[in-house]
């Protein structure tokens, strides 16, 4: 219950940082990615945030403004990231 309360509180660091609006996305526990550009306009920015047992993941993709990070590649990142924490958790 700790990671999914910091999944939110992780959520609300990024306001004002990134323009676009939390979707859901299926990785891990709660996954949820925002894509949009920084404020000032000068890169594009993805964050995709999830929890997996008691872990809480954070990914955050910076590119050129005019070159946003490919939703498929986030999906696919994010999911073998998953995947490695998964096998890295104490059963």
């Known amino acids: 219950s700790a990671a999914a309360a910091e999944l939110a ?11 676009g609006s939390w979707q859901p996305l299926a990785v891990g526990a709660h996954g949820v990615t925002i894509s949009g550009t920084s ?6 920015m993805t964050v995709l945030v999830f929890t997996e047992g008691k872990a809480l993941v954070t990914l955050e993709f910076d590119s050129p403004p005019n070159e946003p990070t490919d ?6 990142i994010g999911r073998k990231q998953d995947a490695a924490v998964k096998a890295g958790l104490p059963g």
């Open 71 to 76: 939703p498929a590649a986030t999906l696919d």
């Open 39 to 44: 404020p000032d306009n000068s890169q594009a």
């Open 9 to 19: 509180s992780t959520q609300g660091s990024y306001n004002g940082k990134v323009n």
